[in-house]
């Protein structure tokens, strides 16, 4: 894949901005901010997004069914894993689109579309930027966690590389081989989750699996249920 680097200083948001220009512009150009003013993860959340973090989104172009579609979202998080482990950070992937490290959330992953035109996979990783003091106890930053600054040029650059891989999978029809690699690197597989909705438990159970369409199978008191959104909870007793 040929990227396309858009560098802006400041943005509401990168996925706001690529929205605009994604149909004029070639699959693979990518927007970059130093900080955005109104960054969002899924449902529109608030995400922090002050200068020192990798605030990006890649603009694609898959010719995909849609079914496959929403698996573009494990592309975007198994690309930052990769370039985590350059650093010798070890990672875990909470369904649907998160990356942790040590049960903190280090990256999030903002995947939308517009079918048979465009999607947009959107990255926000906590490279050198500070952590608020209130997010500490389950955010965490790579400045944090090797104790120095990372050039982010360095880290944008080895993301792309890792997106690259990944998304050639995607458009070569491999989706099982993304959906292995999210198996193995899952957070929640074999482990007890609640998953929200607006904050209410819609139900809990054991995590087996993510199927072949990239839903989580919870095996429940009632049996196994098909989870195909919603808030995975870790964090209970």
């Known amino acids: 894949m040929h990227w396309k680097v858009i560098r802006l200083t400041e943005v509401n948001s990168t996925n706001d901005y690529a929205r605009k220009i994604a149909e004029e512009v070639p699959e693979g150009t990518v927007v970059v901010a130093k900080r955005q003013t109104s960054g969002r993860g899924r449902k529109g959340r608030n995400w922090a997004s002050p200068e020192?973090?990798?605030?990006?989104?890649?603009?694609?172009?898959?010719?995909?069914?849609?079914?496959?579609?929403?698996?573009?979202?494990?592309?975007?998080?198994?690309?930052?894993?990769?370039?985590?482990?350059?650093?010798?950070?070890?990672?875990?992937?909470?369904?649907?689109?998160?990356?942790?490290?040590?049960?903190?959330?280090?990256?999030?992953?903002?995947?939308?579309?517009?079918?048979?035109?465009?999607?947009?996979?959107?990255?926000?990783l906590n490279v050198n930027n500070d952590i608020p003091e209130e997010l500490k106890e389950t955010a965490v930053s790579m400045k944090d966690l090797l104790g120095r600054k990372v050039n982010l040029d360095e880290i944008l650059q080895r993301v792309l590389r890792a997106l690259s891989y990944w998304y050639s999978l995607f458009r070569s029809g491999r989706h099982y081989e993304i959906l292995d690699a999210v198996r193995r690197r899952s957070a929640v597989i074999g482990r007890r989750v609640r998953i929200l909705e607006n904050g209410d438990v819609m139900l809990e159970g054991v995590a087996l699996d993510v199927d072949e369409s990239g839903a989580l199978l919870v095996e429940t008191e009632e049996g196994v249920q098909r989870v195909i959104y919603g808030d995975v909870s870790l964090r209970f007793s």
């Open 52 to 124: 020192g973090g990798l605030w990006m989104t890649a603009i694609l172009k898959p010719m995909a069914s849609p079914e496959h579609v929403p698996k573009l979202v494990f592309v975007g998080a198994l690309a930052v894993v990769d370039t985590l482990a350059k650093y010798g950070i070890p990672t875990e992937l909470k369904w649907p689109n998160d990356v942790l490290v040590g049960g903190k959330k280090i990256a999030g992953i903002l995947s939308e579309c517009k079918l048979h035109h465009f999607a947009l996979l959107g990255i926000g």
